[in-house]
């Protein structure tokens, strides 16, 4: 059966984005058809506003006669002369998720969800808490927990600590989902693009603490929730994805706050599998999302 | 045919709010049982936070032995008791609503269709714009027109002028329907809770001017549309109505100014149709919005 | 703080459905009141179509002078005045839920997810299942798994198994949560109105089996979920929830599979929330559901 | 101001399907890099099932050294290499929409505002109606306005006459805009891909008459509305676009006529511009949208 498909096939994603200009996507395809390369799936945007092109390549591994670090000493020549930021990444290599997670389990449960049935095939390294609630769950599931407590005096250590157990674990990405603490700037700096938070309001409304509060004393109709990159300043990276859902009159602070979740999870999952399959390119402060 | 109706009864609508204790229903409900009323729809709030309670109740008018002038004094003592602030419309008045627009027209396209096929059973008595584009479409209507230019010099002529012209019209509520003016203070305190305005972005979001031209820079993944009412504070009245539409990175501000006139005109249609039917009842700087 | 709330107060939901008529809401609230009742929340429906009126009325329970059989007793007289249709039930008193489950995890996590933080706040006497795979996980919560192998020889045997599980467990309500068996008509019978089942797609389109491939070939631009009654007939009772999502053209039967769940597990989660809150009354082949 | 763009420059649109292969990416992409062609936008689809490929670039006129005539004769010899199904089309040039419509006018109000604002830049040659109602809106747009009425006895003049209406009018594109007659088998087979309807359903359910009222019956939570190419079976046509709104018990079939005129009107809207720009293409009784 066709539509059905089996098991994808391996394939290699080369993503990049370059100054825009005639002739970029005639090379690209030019030197991937030169191969063999057999395109799955392709797409690309060209930026009015920067000037920068962005594109996203899905190539069948077995078409092209090159393992990932051929083809990508082969590719060099072509992103340097369009100065690109470029990468290729191989599906058959799983990225590996770091989570960071407080005492709200309902992100982490969709996560594990996720990852039991290979919705998200990734590998998860450690599940990281600043709490012990998680511990049970996470340790059933056969993944290592760490608990590093964060208090007002020993956040240096913390972060230091945390840090230490990203790069041991040889983690790619680290995903706060629903973590409770505000990142070190010198943490986020130095993972700038590698970090997923989910924020529970529809910002840029309702930043920083209790956004389904201030949502309540608003009296907006919509709540929502936003994934985007951690940067050093707040709640003010560039967003990957959001959502929102109708609440009504009858809602109290606490009902957001339980229907809320929901997005939460959606949102986080959204984004996350974007960044993970390397869909999401980064545009000054906003985000290109290439399907 | 049962589920379809004909036309429908005329009925009386009550809506009131006061503060909260027992009985409010018993007597409001028995009142009306003791003068033979059939309920057609009820329903109510009771708001924890301001300990205040907010009911509407559609009465089949036949079913009661009085007009609507009657039924207000019966009902006047009962109103006193529970200290409410009410009110008592009828479904056989029209509603007179003056629209205010600039040259974007499709919210005026839209009102006038919804009430060409009376839709939004409303007079409209008059149409007032600070510039002449709506002119020809609104006449052909057989509605009258009045031009009514905004300078910065002849702001407090322009707005006695408008307020002039809806107190002779005989208008209940005013819509600002893409009306690209700030009324006067003065203007938003004598008739608050009567101005509707629609803002094309999902409030607290984006306040004030080009809101779009922010969405677009802050690199949101949904845009929107608020109706509310209009207070002295620049978008800051009361939230009766909002709604969102996905965007995505290939969309430049000329495409969300485009795309977003379709929730404006929705948002503002729900919104002003909840109002009309005396749904909306002002809690703080907050909406309840009784079905 | 009073938008927060702490935790909700001990209430009884009393709701009924009977031939509409003048007076009905005059009676209940009058009864509640003449014993100091404090009502929490109340909604109604009056349905023009099969001309029954549709009540449900929160109260508190310590401003009643009445355990809730006491309440029932006094109550039952005014039931039968109006020939009601009517259940009393009591917050404190917590539902008692059976998830049927086949090999597909993801609404059993998110049940489960929802269950340990107490968001459904319920008791789950026990998972039942027609495989092994969800085993660990149910135990690993402490509740009780049963696995009930089901084979084309043995459905009476199956059936009549769980049918004894459920008894048993003192359940209330049954959830088939991807389950991926057709329950035997004498099961769905015997507990009419209590097996809740979500089915992936949105109904009346796609019934029976493989809806996501069934959508994929037609084409359609949306995918959805229907949370409904189980009845007789397939697919075809009662619908309590709706949800859709966006597709495209690039998205293969696999991907409709994999982003069907989130909309399964949300769809499911709400229809099943306002059956245990006694918001959902069937009204022939319809649902009202009361907020 | 960058993102904002002033109007647009005048570009070439070429779509084309083909069997997918190898290499076909890069011979488009190099014959306009060839010509100094400037890529504005450009999307694919590889369609697993079909075995198909789908692609849509737009090029900046004045990039490339050709009038259409002569780029389509130079692309000649590329599409029959990969023996394309193609097309290429002038953003200078105006497409020809010709409207046929009932009584209901919601669809042809929104259509005429997006007309007068240049939202959709199309020329709108003539109305065409089995009733009278629209003329004096029509014509007072400067629009021609034919009445031609259909019978039991007089269907097949009658669409004999809008056959000729719309090869007179040079029309490349017929609206039904809430048009109430089936179209004859024979017109539906004359321009098959070049008729869009609106059926005031979330298709595949609810075909034929009376959809809302089938809707109702079957107590559906959400109503939709399908834009779809006309094809002689009956509401079977490739669907190009679909969307939902809430409903609730409280509404009646009037409300699901009155609501659903909202998701009717944005459907036809978002369905005829993807049509207009050339952005849809026929795979099998399937569409591909490409941005």
Redesign the interface.
């Known amino acids: 059966m066709?539509?059905?498909?089996g098991e994808?096939h391996r394939y290699y994603t080369l993503r990049f984005s370059c100054p825009d200009r005639?002739?970029i996507?005639?090379?690209v395809?030019?030197f991937?058809?030169?191969h063999?390369?057999?395109?799955?799936?392709?797409?690309?945007?060209?930026?009015?506003?920067?000037q920068r092109f962005f594109m996203r390549v899905e190539v069948k591994a077995d078409?092209l006669p090159f393992e990932p670090d051929a083809l990508r000493e082969h590719f060099a020549p072509v992103a340097r002369e369009f100065d690109m930021d470029w990468l290729i990444s191989d599906s058959a290599v799983k990225k590996r998720v770091v989570i960071l997670v407080s005492r709200?389990?309902?992100c982490l449960?969709?996560l594990?969800?996720r990852w039991?049935?290979r919705?998200i095939d990734i590998d998860i390294p450690c599940v990281i808490s600043n709490h012990e609630d998680a511990r049970?769950?996470v340790e059933?599931h056969g993944i290592p927990f760490h608990h590093v407590p964060v208090t007002a005096n020993t956040k240096p250590e913390a972060f230091a600590e945390i840090d230490r157990l990203f790069a041991e674990s040889g983690g790619d990405t680290m995903v706060l989902a629903r973590y409770m603490q505000i990142l070190s700037p010198a943490l986020c700096a130095k993972y700038l693009g590698r970090i997923l938070n989910i924020h529970h309001s529809?910002?840029?409304?309702?930043v920083g603490a209790r956004p389904y509060?201030q949502a309540?004393?608003?009296?907006?109709?919509?709540i929502?929730a936003t994934c985007h990159y951690v940067t050093e300043e707040l709640d003010q990276g560039?967003?990957?994805?959001?959502?929102?859902m109708?609440i009504?009159?009858?809602d109290?602070?606490?009902d957001l706050i339980?229907f809320g979740?929901?997005i939460e999870k959606?949102v986080l999952?959204r984004g996350l599998r974007n960044h993970l399959e390397d869909r999401v390119l980064v545009?000054g402060?906003?985000?290109?999302?290439l399907?």
Chains 1, 2, 3, 4 share one sequence.
Not at 202 to 206: A, I, K, M, Q
Not at 285 to 289: D, F, I, K, L, M
């Open positions: 066709t539509g059905m498909g994808r005639t002739g996507v005639a090379r395809s030019g991937l058809a030169d063999g390369g057999w395109i799955l799936r392709s797409s690309q945007h060209a930026d009015e506003d920067t078409s709200q389990l309902h449960y969709d594990l969800e039991q049935c919705e049970g769950l059933w529809f910002l840029p409304s309702f509060e309540y004393y608003r009296g907006v109709k919509l929502g560039p967003i990957i994805e959001q959502d929102v109708r009504g009159h009858g109290t602070v606490r339980r979740k929901d959606m999952a545009n402060n906003r985000t290109v999302v399907r």
